[in-house]
């Protein structure tokens, strides 16, 4: 069955880089997309970015260019850099599927909570 | 970006009750929108997509309408596990946003 799976440190110092991984089973990266998006506690949703399916990326212009977003097909996983960390960007962290050739997330993991504090 | 909001941002209701959630576009979406369930520490889960189409799994008291730049959810019963935090999202231009979410309690 189609599944995602979040990992990544849970704390992270001001100004340094976050890095999580996404790892997939059920569906090739080959063919579908996949999102990150972010939540702060108790607030809505926000979209970060996408890996698609042919390799290419999308970004939320409201980061700027502190996000990258990257993949290792053979081993399921899409990867999420970003930069410069501020307490702001406390949440949790989610990697979601794209649904056929919409933009809408059908699949989600299980999210990975971050928190930025020194 | 398009803005999406939601109202009311929470309500209550009574087991059976019918339940209606709003959206609202900034621009017209072209029924580019799906609607989301979040449960207390769990991750968002598909309901609706394209305005009105049933995702797979969920229930069919769940529906969904609307078109331009207003649309609804609806729950045609409301039952104990339908509590939860609802949202709306648009998938009609990037970046895809999504409205502030909707609080559903059962009273």
């Known amino acids: 069955q189609v599944q995602l799976k979040e990992s990544g440190p849970g704390l992270v110092q001001p100004s340094q880089t976050l890095s999580l991984t996404c790892t997939v089973s059920?569906?090739?990266?080959?063919?579908?997309?996949v999102h990150w998006v972010r939540q702060h506690s108790g607030k809505s949703l926000e979209w970060m970015g996408r890996?698609?399916?042919?390799?290419?990326?999308s970004y939320n212009s409201a980061f700027t260019s502190r996000l990258s977003i990257s993949r290792d097909t053979s081993k399921s996983q899409v990867f999420l850099k970003m930069n410069s960390l501020q307490t702001e960007d406390t949440g949790t962290y989610y990697c979601?599927?794209?649904?056929?050739?919409?933009?809408?997330?059908?699949?989600w993991g299980q999210g990975v909570m971050v928190t930025v504090s020194s | 970006d398009i803005q999406m909001t939601q109202s009311p941002a929470s309500l209550s209701a009574s087991l059976g009750e019918t339940v209606s959630i709003e959206c609202l576009a900034s621009e017209g979406i072209s029924n580019s929108l799906a609607w989301y369930q979040q449960k207390p520490g769990k991750s968002p889960q598909l309901l609706i997509y394209g305005a009105s189409s049933l995702q797979d799994g969920v229930p069919s008291r769940f529906s969904g309408s609307g078109s331009g730049t207003q649309y609804s959810l609806k729950i045609s019963g409301m039952q104990p596990e339908d509590e939860g935090v609802y949202y709306c999202q648009q998938g009609y231009k990037y970046p895809p946003t999504f409205g502030g979410g909707t609080k559903l309690e059962l009273k």
């Open positions: 979601a599927r794209n649904m056929y050739t919409t933009d809408y997330f059908d699949y």
């Open positions: 890996m698609w399916s042919d390799g290419d990326t």
């Open positions: 059920g569906f090739s990266l080959t063919s579908y997309s």
